[in-house]
């Protein structure tokens, strides 16, 4: 494999870094919004309801361009990274990526789906608002701490 290779690969891994962690920071952005319209205007709420579910393809996309380069730059130099201590936490840290993501973001997620779908704001319904801001919060602290292993490469 050519050098040429292993930089499009790179290029391919921040086009998909791009897309995974800029809509997990828009869909935060967006759940805030949704809320405080909900609270006033259920109806109007409905565009932004949508376009949260729209969002969360592009996260699959995003971690598939990921995932793909990766494994493509460590089939060239899987000798030199796989042996460094960063690139081993990355992984530790890649995997609680998807545990937040994939388990808690769905758990929590479908919880508040109910409240949604109910016609009174229940009092319980804070508590799940405020766990699912905690989901979005870690996996935006989990990316960051992803750049800073990948960036400086601690070893
Ligand atoms: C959420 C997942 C991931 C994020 C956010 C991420 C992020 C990054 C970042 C920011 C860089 C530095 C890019 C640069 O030097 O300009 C990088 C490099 C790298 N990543 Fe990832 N990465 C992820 C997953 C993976 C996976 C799954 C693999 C391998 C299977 C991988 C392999 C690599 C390698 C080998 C480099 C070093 C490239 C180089 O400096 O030549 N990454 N990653």
Same mark, same amino acid.
């Given at each position: 494999? /050519?050098?040429? *290779? #292993?930089?499009?690969?790179?290029?391919?891994?921040?086009?998909?870094?791009?897309?995974?962690?800029?809509?997990?920071?828009?869909?935060? =952005?967006? $759940?805030?919004? $949704?809320?405080?319209? *909900?609270?006033?205007?259920?109806?109007?709420?409905? =565009?932004?309801?949508?376009?949260?579910? %729209?969002?969360?393809? $592009?996260?699959?996309? &995003?971690?598939?361009?990921?995932?793909?380069?990766?494994?493509?730059?460590? =089939?060239?130099?899987?000798?030199?990274?796989? +042996?460094?201590?960063?690139?081993?936490? %990355?992984?530790?840290?890649?995997?609680?990526?998807?545990?937040?993501?994939? &388990?808690?973001?769905?758990?929590?997620?479908?919880?508040? %789906?109910?409240?949604? +779908?109910?016609?009174?704001?229940? %009092?319980?319904?804070? &508590?799940?608002?405020?766990?699912?801001?905690?989901?979005? =919060?870690?996996?935006?602290?989990? $990316?960051?701490?992803? #750049?800073?292993? /990948?960036? *400086?490469?601690?070893?």
């Amino acid at each position: 494999m /050519s050098a040429t *290779f #292993y930089n499009i690969a790179l290029v391919t891994h921040v086009v998909g870094i791009t897309i995974m962690a800029g809509t997990t920071f828009i869909d935060f =952005v967006t $759940f805030r919004a $949704f809320y405080s319209v *909900f609270k006033t205007d259920r109806d109007k709420s409905l =565009v932004l309801k949508n376009y949260l579910y %729209k969002l969360q393809r $592009f996260l699959g996309i &995003g971690m598939l361009l990921i995932l793909a380069s990766g494994i493509m730059m460590m =089939v060239k130099l899987h000798e030199v990274w796989g +042996a460094q201590l960063w690139f081993r936490i %990355k992984m530790v840290v890649l995997l609680l990526i998807v545990i937040n993501g994939l &388990g808690l973001r769905r758990m929590v997620g479908s919880k508040l %789906k109910s409240f949604l +779908a109910n016609q009174a704001i229940a %009092k319980e319904m804070d &508590g799940t608002i405020r766990n699912f801001t905690i989901v979005q =919060v870690i996996q935006m602290l989990l $990316f960051l701490l992803i #750049y800073v292993l /990948s960036v *400086f490469k601690f070893n």
